[in-house]
């Protein structure tokens, strides 16, 4: 549909001369000789862009501008004057106005303004949209929930992403823990600050020193340039360490100094330098288990642990799949514009109420992104489903059989998660909660 331009002036034949010449320029342009009925129409959401003259004996352009603008924030409006009446027409630009014309001016004129005034509007409504999107995404509307165990974590981020506090988001991989701090620090008076992530899990250990607190020039073999790091590129915002139970105990002596003294030192470097960051952490191990073991400093848990946020697996929140599938089957069909699905079937929703979700909310989007590529029709049916979903084993006594030793039951379980987690090797040992090496040994046994 073309842009709607109105052009206002109480000498209705020039008015008219110009909007014929922008209907000629493909656009949809009309001219009225009243400022009282060019305010009806703006009011009635019939106008995209305002061009109107500053002398009229009903409502100036002035008033005419203010009106237009009380009702319409992003309505660029034009503004013609007479030479002799350049002081309003600067008045006019104070009060908002996009450009003025200073009679008498050339259609060619008016043609570059009104071009550039609609790019503006459409670029502002735009960044308005991109901003609702965001605020969905990352804030309450990306976390609706019906289930009583997910409705429980919400309450508490109600109560701590007001504050600074520390705070330890606990659950199984894929239970949606990055969400969960991304919408804390939305609803936090750090929203305006950055949102900074790093998988301690996903960076080898000799790396993530640096990645975390920066380094110097020369600090090491390949340091060319100095570095800031990822706590000095979230300073005024929020850091979420993943993966926090995966640290080595050096990199958990000067984290731990980090949240003590709020300061960090570069790799290589001599001296350090203060950060306003506010620290969450997130694991899908029991670091409980893991001081107890040796593996965790306990100094450092109490640290985090001040408040704990812990994520139920989607098998125990059955209730917000629906809700879920919609949401995360919009996500999938954004990334795939030329995919034919409208829906879920009521079928294909059935199966995926009733399915295990080891994956948990990870699994679900990679299901529905699956089927949104693959089906053909206006909705996802049964067939469009992965086999494990369609046709769910059927289950069997825990423990019938023949009696193994405990070895031959781990490789045989290790072997099964790995068929059914598609043969990725990364994904089973998350699942597992064991390194890619044991199970590596686990598969070859």
């Known amino acids: 549909m073309p842009d709607r331009i109105l052009i206002c002036d109480d000498k209705l034949a020039l008015a008219e001369t110009l909007a014929d010449g922008l209907i000629d320029r493909g656009y949809a342009a009309r001219a009225i000789g009243s400022s009282k009925a060019a305010l009806d129409d703006i009011r009635s959401g019939k106008v995209d862009l ?31 004057t007479a030479y002799g009446a350049i002081d309003s027409a600067v008045e006019a630009i104070r009060k908002g106005a996009f450009h003025y014309l200073t009679k008498p001016f050339k259609l060619d004129e008016l043609l570059v303004f009104v071009d550039r005034a609609l790019a503006d509007r459409a670029l502002r409504r735009e960044a308005a949209e991109l901003r609702d999107v965001v605020s969905h995404r990352f804030s309450r509307g990306g976390l609706t929930s019906a289930s009583p165990a997910m409705q429980a974590v919400l309450g508490v981020l109600d109560r701590v992403a007001a504050s600074d506090v520390s705070l330890l988001i606990t659950g199984r991989v894929g239970t949606g823990k990055t969400t969960v701090a991304r919408a804390i620090h939305h609803e936090s008076a750090r929203a305006a600050g950055p949102f900074v992530m790093v998988n301690s899990a996903a960076i ?42 995966e640290m080595s105990p050096a990199l958990q002596a000067k984290l731990l100094h980090v949240l003590e003294t709020g300061r960090i030192r570069p790799v290589g470097g001599s001296g350090e330098r203060s950060v306003n960051v506010r620290v969450i952490t997130a694991t899908h191990r029991d670091l409980h288990a893991l001081v107890r073991d040796g593996k965790f400093r306990e100094d450092l848990l109490y ?44 079928a294909a929703l059935a199966r995926l109420i009733d399915y295990s979700w080891p994956g948990n909310i990870r699994e679900l989007a990679h299901v529905l992104e699956r089927a949104a590529v693959l089906a053909t029709g206006d909705e996802i049916s049964e067939a469009d489903l992965p086999d494990q979903i369609r046709t769910p084993a059927p289950s069997e006594p825990a423990f019938a059989g023949e009696i193994v030793a405990l070895r031959e039951v781990q490789r045989r379980y290790a072997r099964w998660a790995f068929e059914q987690l598609g043969g990725n090797k990364t994904r089973t040992a998350e699942h597992l909660e064991i390194d890619v090496k044991t199970l590596s040994k686990l598969l070859s046994d």
């Open 303 to 346: 640290r985090l642990d001040v408040i704990a946020l812990d994520l139920p697996p989607l098998c125990a929140r059955r209730e917000d799949i629906p809700l879920l599938a919609d949401e995360l089957l919009r996500d999938a069909l954004r990334k795939n514009p030329r995919s034919s699905v409208k829906a879920i079937g009521k």
């Open 204 to 245: 080898p250990e000799s790396l993530l020193e640096s990645e975390l607190f920066g380094h110097v020039k020369g600090a090491f073999t390949g340091a060319t340039t100095d570095r800031p790091g990822l706590f000095a590129e979230a300073d005024g915002g929020t850091l979420l360490l993943d993966e926090v139970g």
């Open 50 to 80: 305002l061009v109107t003259d500053l002398r009229m004996p009903e409502l100036d352009g002035l008033a005419l501008l203010d009106a237009a603008r009380d009702h319409d924030g992003e309505l660029p409006v034009i503004v013609m």
